[in-house]
């Protein structure tokens, strides 16, 4: 799902975190009928400024409402990194705001204490001087 607010405001929930609990919710039904399903990967955008005005909690709920539901789990619905047999939470890392880097250790401390624990990893957006949307990429960042 992509990074649009970073919080509850700007209608975060409306526009983000809802239609993914929907997703989770559907294809969670469907894995539990049998019928297979792909993982569900999210990613929260907490820019550095947010630290500031703390309007970076989106990425809360995600952990809380999805990634650590036990039901979830048990059905393997969370995208999960088959090297490290972990769950990938993705973090966008844009040049200009980066990702704020106490909310990032935030996201890994409670990935440790959950089993399995998360990996965070960091996502940036490349994009060609134009005003197509269409010619951006996304590239793993390495931590």
Known sequence: MGPGCPGMS???DVLELRPTEVLFEEWGKLR???VPTPQIA???NIPSFSA???TATLW???LDRLYFNASYQQLGLVFTDEFRNKPVFYVPANPQFPPDAG???KIE?????????LFVVRLRRECEH?????ACSFLLCSK
């Open 52 to 54: 500031q005005n703390t």
């Open 109 to 117: 401390d409670r990935g440790v204490r959950t089993a399995p624990p």
């Open 42 to 44: 999210v990613w929260a």
């Open 32 to 34: 539990a009928a049998g």
């Open 10 to 12: 700007c209608q975060g």
């Open 60 to 62: 809360q709920h995600y």
């Open 103 to 105: 909310i990032v250790q």
């Open 130 to 134: 134009s005003l197509s949307f269409a």
